[in-house]
């Protein structure tokens, strides 16, 4: 008579296994996790406001453990850098891979320009959080500089310099268009309509329209 499978050979073949299988499930696991516990804390940051937002709160619209906020996070406090570190990550991967224009340096300037206040206004609830949080927390404020004064203005560098136009510009006046990019879009994206109660539409117009006089002015001087 054949003998059955054998139970523990076949537990032991079982257990060999899982190791290699769940190492990378875990990793996913554990990425997934902090994102919607970054995500959740954005949410309830925006509606609620820092302060009155709960570990626990942020947990439970995560669904996630709240022990999980103080592993990787180090308490609510950690969550807040890592939040501002993910929504930059994110829009530098955006800005990377959004096609050049054809249309030359000008056209590329006005384009960043005009999108990087889209950008802005859609992430309206993310910047209501962050900006008053950034005066008082330094942590905050360090990823913020790291992130926008270092990352993401060599990344408009890169995109201006793919440019022949660049050539001519002298190094003072590549900085001054691509600093001006992230200036323009807090200005015109959040400051105007959502602080001053400016119509969307116009702000943008006239984002465009000052953009387009400095671009015109350093790359073509006036003669002396």
């Known amino acids: 008579m054949r003998n059955g499978p054998n139970p523990k050979s076949h537990g032991s073949q079982t257990h060999a296994s899982v190791p290699l299988?769940?190492?990378?499930?875990?990793k996913?696991?554990?990425?997934?996790?902090?994102?919607?516990?970054?995500?959740?804390?954005?949410?309830?940051?925006?509606?609620?406001?820092?302060?009155?937002?709960?570990?626990r709160e942020i947990?439970?619209?995560?669904?996630?453990?709240?022990g999980l906020i103080h592993r990787y996070f180090k308490g609510k406090a950690g969550l807040l850098p890592a939040?501002?570190?993910?929504?930059?990550?994110?829009?530098l991967?955006?800005?990377?891979?959004r096609p050049r224009s054809p249309a030359g340096l000008e056209r590329e300037f006005l384009q960043l320009v005009d999108w990087e206040v889209e950008h802005m206004w859609k992430n309206r609830d993310f910047l209501r959080v962050f900006i008053p949080r950034a005066l008082v927390d330094p942590a905050v404020a360090s990823v913020l500089s790291r992130a926008v004064l270092s990352s993401r203005i060599k990344v408009v560098v890169e995109r201006l310099k793919r440019h022949p136009q660049c050539a001519a510009l002298p190094r003072e006046d590549l900085e001054v268009l691509a600093q001006s990019v992230g200036m323009f879009g807090l200005v015109f994206g959040f400051m105007r309509p959502m602080v001053l109660g400016q119509d969307r539409e116009q702000a943008r117009r006239m984002a465009a329209s000052l953009a387009s006089a400095l671009v015109r002015g350093l790359h073509y001087p006036k003669a002396h």
Do not use: W
């Open 21 to 26: 299988l769940s190492l990378p499930n875990r």
């Open 28 to 55: 996913r696991d554990r990425v997934g996790k902090q994102k919607a516990l970054i995500l959740a804390a954005l949410r309830l940051f925006a509606s609620k406001g820092y302060e009155a937002t709960t570990t």
């Open 59 to 66: 947990a439970a619209v995560a669904g996630c453990a709240e």
């Open 83 to 91: 939040l501002v570190e993910y929504h930059f990550s994110e829009e």
């Open 93 to 97: 991967v955006k800005m990377r891979h």
